[in-house]
């Protein structure tokens, strides 16, 4: 039987045990254990948790609202599978929740967090510029590019906008285990520009650049698929 991890609040019992298989079956996704369209067995995953179906339904529900998994009457859950339009849709939303979380950042973001995000963002371009002489993607870069973005949406004080960077960031970690592909070093200063127009708190300007990170960030998300799916 597999090791019950922590659950919210102090759970015990099949909510605690059906938190666990969440956090395990989401870990193997996002690690790339478990490949996009490979189906996922009920009575696999209770026989592995040693439990009944009850919290593995609970369970798989939970990945479902993530979407991680996608399930269809009558049909076994399946990871989700990696399309052009899937990923077309995730930078869709990444860019409203992005856009949004940096204009009030421009208006809630003390001085000591802007100094922070500086000394992030400088990191974050550090680490970006040593994978593109490289031509390699190790694990410490997109790392630190999800904690940087993470903690600009944190400074917005909007918890929705948090948990939902949160939820599109665990598709983004699925989709990175199955292409890679070199793509052209980004500008000096990449990511500092962000907290450049934080720090003058210019939404519009904010805005603006975000609309234009992400969208970059998406013409290389689909130079690696179609590298992948076109050798």
């Known amino acids: ?26 870990d193997e996704i996002t690690g790339g254990k478990l490949r996009p369209g ?34 269809e009457a009558r049909q076994a859950a399946r990871v989700r599978k990696i399309t052009l339009e ?14 949004q979380a940096i204009r009030l950042a421009c208006e809630t973001a003390t001085s000591e967090e802007i100094d922070e995000l500086y000394r992030m963002a400088e990191a974050v371009d550090a680490c970006a510029t040593a994978d593109a002489a490289k031509r390699t993607r190790g694990k410490k870069g ?34 990175a285990n199955w292409y890679f592909a070199p793509a052209p070093p980004d500008p000096p200063r990449y990511h500092s520009v962000l907290v450049d127009a934080i720090k003058a708190r210019n939404p519009v300007q904010a805005d603006a650049i975000m609309r234009a990170h992400v969208r970059r960030g998406l ?5 690696a698929y179609r590298v992948k799916m076109d050798p």
């Not at 899937?86 to 856009?99: G, N, S």
């Not at 630190?144 to 903690?151: N, P």
């Not at 013409?219 to 130079?223: A, I, T």
């Open 142 to 175: 997109p790392m630190l590019h999800w904690q940087f973005h993470a903690r600009i949406a944190k400074i917005s004080r909007c918890r929705a906008l948090v948990r939902e960077l949160e939820r599109i960031e665990l598709l983004r970690r699925l989709q």
């Open 1 to 26: 039987m597999a090791e019950e991890k922590p659950s919210p609040a102090g759970e015990s019992g099949p909510t605690a045990l059906a938190h666990a298989i969440y956090e395990g079956l989401r």
């Open 38 to 71: 490979e189906a996922l067995s009920r009575r696999g995953i209770a026989r592995r948790y040693g439990t009944s179906y009850i919290p593995v339904i609970e369970a798989l529900a939970r990945l479902e609202g993530t979407g991680l998994i996608e399930a």
């Open 86 to 99: 899937t990923i077309q849709d995730d930078y869709v939303l990444r860019e409203a929740y992005e856009t």
């Open 219 to 223: 013409e290389k998300e689909l130079l």
